[in-house]
């Protein structure tokens, strides 16, 4: 039995959708609202949203390591206190590329005050500007907070600060995976 060129249309389509809904919806220019279910370290946590869980990397930020001591574990707990000032509730926002070689979400993090989370991190001096191409939509923001902290000498930036950049870091302690 052949198939017509409209029924062939058609079933491309419904693969399309079965395919697309399978993925976080992120409509342009809509923020999606989403529980923040777990922090993993400065700059990646667990977000809950649409009824599934997506492991999320905040676009634009680098955040010591965990082992990284002592500043790992300090990201860390400034994100987490962030978090719960925001009641573990974000407005996710995703810019060109979506998802990390890693399978992780790339998103920047809102407050319902309009606060970029992302920024906050670098402004407070527990994270360093880390700009990835497409990604850059805040690229600017985050160079001035990082030239904020560094000038204030804020977090890692301070005189007991960061010894080495997390991307420096990873380079002499690659991933085993």
């Keep these: 039995m052949t ?3 409209c029924q062939l249309f058609l079933i491309a389509l419904v693969l399309v ?3 697309l809904a399978q993925q976080p919806c992120f409509a342009k220019n809509r923020l ?3 529980l923040v279910h777990q922090v993993h370290d400065g ?3 667990t977000l809950r949203f649409e009824g599934k869980k997506y492991r999320t990397r905040l ?3 680098d955040a010591p390591e965990m082992k ?3 500043w790992g574990r300090r990201a860390k707990l400034h ?3 962030i978090m719960k000032r925001t009641n573990w509730t974000v407005y996710v926002e995703t810019d060109q590329e979506r998802i990390d070689k890693y399978g992780r979400l790339l998103a920047y993090l809102w407050t319902k005050r309009h606060v970029l989370i992302n920024e906050k991190m670098i402004n407070d001096g527990y994270a360093v500007m880390f700009p990835i191409e497409p990604n850059e939509k805040y690229s600017e923001r985050f160079s001035k907070a990082e030239k904020r902290a560094r000038k204030a000498q804020k977090g890692i930036w301070g005189p007991e600060g960061l010894q080495e950049s997390p991307a420096e870091w990873r380079e002499k302690h690659p991933r085993k995976d």
């Design 3 to 5: 198939r017509r060129p």
């Design 17 to 19: 959708l079965v395919s």
């Design 32 to 34: 999606q609202k989403a």
């Design 43 to 45: 700059d990646t946590i």
């Design 59 to 61: 676009i634009g930020i």
């Design 68 to 70: 990284q001591r002592p």
């Design 79 to 81: 994100l987490i206190q």
